[in-house]
T-cell receptor, first 114, second 114 residues
Framework: GAGVSQSPSNKVTEKGKDVELRCDPI?????LYWYRQSLGQGLEFLIY????????KSGLPSDRFSAERTGGSVSTLTIQRTQQEDSAVYLC????????????FGPGTRLLVL | KQEVTQIPAALSVPEGENLVLNCSFT??????LQWFRQDPGKGLTSLLL?????REQTSGRLNASLDKSSGRSTLYIAASQPGDSATYLC?????????????FGRGTSLIVHP
């Protein structure tokens, strides 16, 4: 079946604008993670969703970042009033569950804030 | 707080060599450890997942071992090929504190030259 997809693949925006990044997980996967990968840095956890439970938002770097997951499937990561330091690759991953299951990653969205 | 270290940071070898990549972690209370590869400009591809109760996993020319008590995992690549060139990441999913947040290492950048 289809893997995890993300859109757009690339996004260039001006400082101060809002952006929305989309993730379509593998069908049936109940867990969905968002990560950020900056140049020269490791993967930084942002947020995860599991089924209908409250998301774990502990990795969001500021209140400009938010995410939602509609109908237990598609997720959108929103960054308000973008800053240059938000430039990074944003990766989404999904899995059957949270604890012991393999994570499958999408190709990422490359965000550049000018 | 879980910390994951990967050694070496970079490796360049001739084709045909057998390789060992190392991953160490500080908190042995884990659900699992997962090895990924990342090609330039791409997302992460899962290679092997080792549950906390397992000692090793094998897939083709890849073998990953886990020594939870010493906080170490190794990824063994047999008979390396130029197509193995990529960055290899390990991720540990901790079992402390009721959270399911994976911690990633910075990766080992591998170049296999013909």
């Amino acid at each position: 079946g289809a893997g995890v997809s993300q859109s757009p693949s690339n996004k260039v925006t001006e400082k101060g604008k809002d952006v929305e990044l989309r993730c379509d997980p593998i069908s049936g996967h109940t867990a969905l993670y968002w990560y950020r990968q900056s140049l020269g840095q490791g993967l930084e956890f942002l947020i995860y969703f599991q089924g209908n439970s409250a998301p774990d938002k502990s990795g969001l770097p500021s209140d400009r970042f938010s995410a939602e997951r509609t109908g237990g499937s598609v997720s959108t990561l929103t960054i308000q009033r973008t800053q240059q330091e938000d430039s990074a690759v944003y990766l989404c991953a999904s899995s059957w569950g949270l604890a012991r299951e393999t994570q499958y990653f999408g190709p990422g969205t490359r965000l550049l804030v000018l | 707080k879980q910390e994951v270290t990967q050694i070496p940071a970079a490796l360049s070898v001739p084709e045909g060599e057998n390789l060992v990549l190392n991953c160490s972690f500080t908190d042995s209370a884990i659900y699992n450890l997962q090895w990924f590869r990342q090609d330039p400009g791409k997302g992460l591809t899962s290679l092997l997942l080792i549950q906390s109760s397992q000692r090793e996993q094998t897939s083709g020319r890849l073998n990953a071992s886990l020594d939870k008590s010493s906080g170490r995992s190794t990824l063994y690549i047999a008979a390396s090929q130029p197509g193995d060139s990529a960055t290899y990441l390990c991720a540990v999913k901790g079992a402390s504190g009721g959270s399911y947040i994976p911690t990633f290492g910075r990766g080992t950048s591998l170049i296999v030259h013909p």
